[in-house]
């Protein structure tokens, strides 16, 4: 069981929106604005698509938007492309000094 | 360009220890930290610690304590990370990814090596 919560799968039609969201405490997403999203393809390193909450580091497309209330983040995908199908994660900063993740949503664009 | 590139993949008995390294690229090796993250099949991510390739000085999360050891190379800009004691629930894919290091600290990763399979089976 992973510390923070995540759908395990959600799907959408090209063009559409979609929102993942990524549950956790007080003690980590509640209190911190240090949530990430990632985005992973099988055998294939991660990619680094939204940081410090809402943040889109340079060449991230800006379909990929972050959002956070109370204790759950949220990562909206607009305009659905083919290609969007993936693993998105969400990682949150965490009392004590650790990080901790989501369980992993996967994307299915019909 | 930021590449990290870890080594291949390891099977282990149950009770052996394995030694993963993560060779860096593209930067300056002191200047960001490394951190270590496993994903265990069909499981989510879990960190596994962090170290400061200038200093030295690691923090490891709570699982893990006394059975992971984090070390670096400087002459080579490796990272090691060894895991002993192992048990089949170690079997995952483990990976080492960069914190890009600020004035402050950000707590997110923007480069991860591709991943290293460890599989511990009798």
């Known amino acids: 069981q992973s510390a923070l919560t995540q759908p395990a799968s959600v799907s959408g039609s090209p063009g559409q929106s979609i929102t993942i969201s990524c549950t956790g405490t007080?003690?980590?997403?509640?209190?911190?604005?240090?949530v990430s999203w990632y985005q992973h393809f099988p055998d294939k390193a991660p990619k680094l698509l939204i940081y410090?909450?809402?943040e889109r580091p340079s060449g991230v497309s800006h379909r990929f938007t972050g959002s956070k209330s109370a204790i759950t983040a949220s990562l909206t995908i607009s305009g659905l492309q083919v290609e969007d199908e993936a693993d998105y994660f969400c990682?949150?900063?965490?009392?004590?000094?650790?990080?901790?993740f989501g369980g992993g949503t996967t994307l299915t664009v019909l | 360009q930021v590449q990290l590139v870890q080594s291949g993949a390891e099977v282990k008995k149950p009770g052996a220890s394995v030694k993963v390294s993560c060779k860096t690229s593209?930067?300056?090796?002191?200047?960001?930290?490394i951190h270590w993250v496993r994903q265990a099949p069909g499981q989510g991510r879990e960190w596994l610690g962090i170290?400061?390739?200038?200093?030295?000085?690691?923090r490891y999360g709570q699982k893990f304590q006394g059975r992971v050891t984090m070390t670096r190379d400087t002459s080579t800009t490796t990272v090691y990370m060894e895991l002993t004691s192992l048990r089949s629930e170690d079997t995952a894919v483990y990976y080492c990814?960069?914190?890009?290091?600020?004035?402050?600290?950000?707590?997110?990763?923007?480069?991860w090596g591709q991943g290293t399979l460890v599989t511990v089976s009798s």
């Open positions: 990814a960069r914190e890009p290091i600020t004035s402050v600290r950000v707590y997110y990763y923007d480069t």
């Open positions: 593209g930067y300056t090796f002191t200047n960001d930290y």
């Open positions: 170290i400061n390739p200038d200093s030295g000085i690691t």
């Open positions: 007080h003690s980590d997403v509640g209190t911190y604005d240090l």
């Open positions: 410090a909450v809402t």
């Open positions: 990682c949150s900063y965490a009392s004590g000094g650790s990080l901790v």
